[in-house]
């Protein structure tokens, strides 16, 4: 296992930084993660990242009331490959807002966000101010066949 950010083989903070944007962009779906009444909840949500922080559409329902208060929140993706049986995490820790600058809602609007709303929702955008980013690589070791056979 290598969490990122304390190994010295993944490169500078900024190269791994960006490593884990690039994993966070590749996931096609996220869950955040907030208090609702004071008990958590996860939603997942479509997402895409934009200018380094998470970016996604909302209804107008409680993710988007709860997210949308200046609340602190928690974005994960994750993605596990059967081939290799690697797999990574990232974590995003920051600030959840409504996108109501005009300008910066025209620029998200023109996102190549996926198709898919709940319920054809989607009128709002919510964007996570990234104040922490933090991950994982597994490797999960294959026994050979000839392994297998031995244990079996």
């Known amino acids: 296992m290598v969490t990122y950010g304390l190994s010295h083989d993944l490169g500078s903070p900024r ?3 960006g490593r884990m944007l690039d994993y966070l962009a590749q ?22 990242v934009w200018h380094g922080d998470v970016v996604f559409m909302t209804g107008s329902r409680t993710k ?14 994750d993605h596990f490959d059967h081939r290799d049986q ?15 600058d005009p300008d910066e809602a025209a620029e998200v609007r023109a996102l190549p966000f996926p198709a898919c709303r709940l319920n054809g929702e989607g009128d709002h955008f ?11 690589q597994f490797q999960t070791a294959v026994a050979d066949d000839h392994e297998r056979a031995s244990v079996s």
């Open 15 to 17: 190269a791994v930084t």
């Open 27 to 48: 996931a096609p779906l996220g869950r955040i993660a907030l208090s609702v009444k004071a008990l958590p909840v996860i939603f997942p949500v479509n997402h895409l």
């Open 64 to 77: 988007l009331a709860v997210a949308t208060t200046g609340t602190v929140v928690a974005f994960e993706v």
């Open 86 to 100: 690697s797999s990574w995490s990232v974590l995003v820790q920051g600030v959840a807002e409504e996108i109501i």
């Open 126 to 136: 919510v964007r996570i101010r990234r104040a922490r980013i933090s991950g994982r």
